[in-house]
Protein backbone atom coordinates (compact mmCIF):
# COMPACT_ATOMS: atom_id res chain seq x y z
CA UNK A 1 0.00 0.00 0.00
CA UNK A 2 1.29 3.72 -1.11
CA UNK A 3 1.00 6.43 1.44
CA UNK A 4 0.45 9.79 0.07
CA UNK A 5 0.83 13.08 1.96
CA UNK A 6 0.00 16.32 0.68
CA UNK A 7 1.96 19.84 2.36
CA UNK A 8 1.76 23.46 0.92
CA UNK A 9 -1.43 24.17 0.25
CA UNK A 10 -2.59 27.87 1.51
CA UNK A 11 -3.78 30.89 0.64
CA UNK A 12 -2.09 33.29 -1.74
CA UNK A 13 -2.67 36.70 -3.99
CA UNK A 14 -3.30 36.27 -7.88
CA UNK A 15 0.38 36.60 -9.25
CA UNK A 16 2.38 34.79 -6.42
CA UNK A 17 3.16 31.23 -5.90
CA UNK A 18 3.00 28.31 -4.10
CA UNK A 19 4.70 25.02 -4.06
CA UNK A 20 3.21 21.96 -2.96
CA UNK A 21 4.80 19.05 -1.62
CA UNK A 22 3.70 15.23 -1.81
CA UNK A 23 5.79 12.30 0.65
CA UNK A 24 5.02 9.02 -0.64
CA UNK A 25 6.01 5.61 1.24
CA UNK A 26 4.91 2.24 1.63
CA UNK A 27 6.36 1.53 -2.10
CA UNK A 28 9.66 1.43 -4.24
CA UNK A 29 9.96 5.04 -5.41
CA UNK A 30 11.23 4.25 -8.27
CA UNK A 31 8.29 2.51 -9.82
CA UNK A 32 5.22 4.78 -9.47
CA UNK A 33 4.59 7.95 -11.32
CA UNK A 34 3.54 10.39 -10.03
CA UNK A 35 0.68 13.28 -10.62
CA UNK A 36 -1.19 16.51 -9.45
CA UNK A 37 -5.03 17.14 -9.89
CA UNK A 38 -7.26 19.52 -8.93
CA UNK A 39 -10.64 20.19 -7.95
CA UNK A 40 -12.44 23.36 -8.27
CA UNK A 41 -15.53 23.71 -5.95
CA UNK A 42 -18.79 22.34 -7.68
CA UNK A 43 -16.54 20.96 -10.41
CA UNK A 44 -14.88 17.56 -11.52
CA UNK A 45 -11.48 16.93 -11.16
CA UNK A 46 -8.91 17.60 -13.53
CA UNK A 47 -5.46 16.43 -14.33
CA UNK A 48 -3.09 19.31 -13.72
CA UNK A 49 0.84 17.15 -14.09
CA UNK A 50 2.48 14.49 -13.94
CA UNK A 51 5.86 12.99 -14.25
CA UNK A 52 7.14 9.66 -15.36
CA UNK A 53 8.90 7.01 -13.36
CA UNK A 54 12.39 8.02 -14.07
CA UNK A 55 11.31 11.91 -13.74
CA UNK A 56 12.57 12.18 -17.44
CA UNK A 57 8.77 12.81 -19.12
CA UNK A 58 6.29 15.79 -17.61
CA UNK A 59 2.85 16.37 -18.78
CA UNK A 60 1.00 19.29 -18.08
CA UNK A 61 -2.33 20.77 -18.70
CA UNK A 62 -2.73 23.28 -21.10
CA UNK A 63 -3.89 25.27 -18.62
CA UNK A 64 -1.38 25.52 -15.75
CA UNK A 65 1.43 24.87 -19.10
CA UNK A 66 4.30 27.32 -18.46
CA UNK A 67 3.32 28.09 -15.11
CA UNK A 68 3.94 25.08 -13.13
CA UNK A 69 6.33 22.84 -13.22
CA UNK A 70 6.25 19.05 -11.75
CA UNK A 71 9.74 17.61 -10.67
CA UNK A 72 10.86 14.57 -8.01
CA UNK A 73 13.39 14.32 -5.68
CA UNK A 74 13.88 10.51 -5.36
CA UNK A 75 16.14 11.16 -2.32
CA UNK A 76 13.14 12.27 -0.32
CA UNK A 77 10.65 10.23 -1.91
CA UNK A 78 8.68 13.79 -2.90
CA UNK A 79 6.89 15.00 -5.71
CA UNK A 80 6.79 18.97 -5.50
CA UNK A 81 4.50 20.83 -7.88
CA UNK A 82 5.97 24.51 -8.22
CA UNK A 83 2.94 27.18 -9.22
CA UNK A 84 3.90 30.09 -10.08
CA UNK A 85 1.87 33.69 -11.80
CA UNK A 86 -1.56 32.07 -9.95
CA UNK A 87 -4.84 33.01 -10.84
CA UNK A 88 -8.47 32.74 -9.41
CA UNK A 89 -9.15 29.91 -11.45
CA UNK A 90 -6.67 27.79 -10.15
CA UNK A 91 -8.37 27.64 -6.56
CA UNK A 92 -8.61 24.23 -6.15
CA UNK A 93 -8.35 21.25 -3.70
CA UNK A 94 -5.06 19.98 -5.03
CA UNK A 95 -4.70 15.74 -5.11
CA UNK A 96 -1.38 13.95 -5.34
CA UNK A 97 -1.52 10.52 -6.99
CA UNK A 98 0.37 7.55 -7.56
CA UNK A 99 0.03 5.13 -10.69
CA UNK A 100 2.32 2.11 -11.29
CA UNK A 101 2.49 2.78 -14.91
CA UNK A 102 5.07 4.45 -17.09
CA UNK A 103 3.20 7.72 -16.35
CA UNK A 104 -0.28 8.66 -17.52
CA UNK A 105 -2.40 11.91 -17.66
CA UNK A 106 -5.70 9.55 -17.24
CA UNK A 107 -6.89 10.14 -13.45
CA UNK A 108 -8.57 6.42 -14.02
CA UNK A 109 -5.15 4.97 -13.86
CA UNK A 110 -3.77 5.98 -10.89
CA UNK A 111 -4.57 4.11 -8.02
CA UNK A 112 -3.35 5.47 -4.52
CA UNK A 113 -4.42 8.99 -3.90
CA UNK A 114 -3.78 11.70 -0.96
CA UNK A 115 -6.05 13.52 1.08
CA UNK A 116 -6.01 16.90 -0.78
CA UNK A 117 -4.46 20.00 0.14
CA UNK A 118 -6.53 23.74 -0.47
CA UNK A 119 -4.86 26.37 -2.41
CA UNK A 120 -7.46 29.36 -2.76
CA UNK A 121 -6.03 32.45 -4.57
CA UNK A 122 -7.45 36.03 -4.24
CA UNK A 123 -7.89 38.81 -6.06
Known amino acids: QVQLVESGGGLVQAGGSLRLSCAAS????????MGWFRQAPGKERKFVAA????????YYSDSVKGRFTISRDSAKNTVVLQMNSLTLEDTAVYYC????????????????WGQGTQVTVSS
Open 97 to 112: AATRRVVSTNEREYEY
Open 51 to 58: ISRSGDST
Open 26 to 33: GWTWITLA
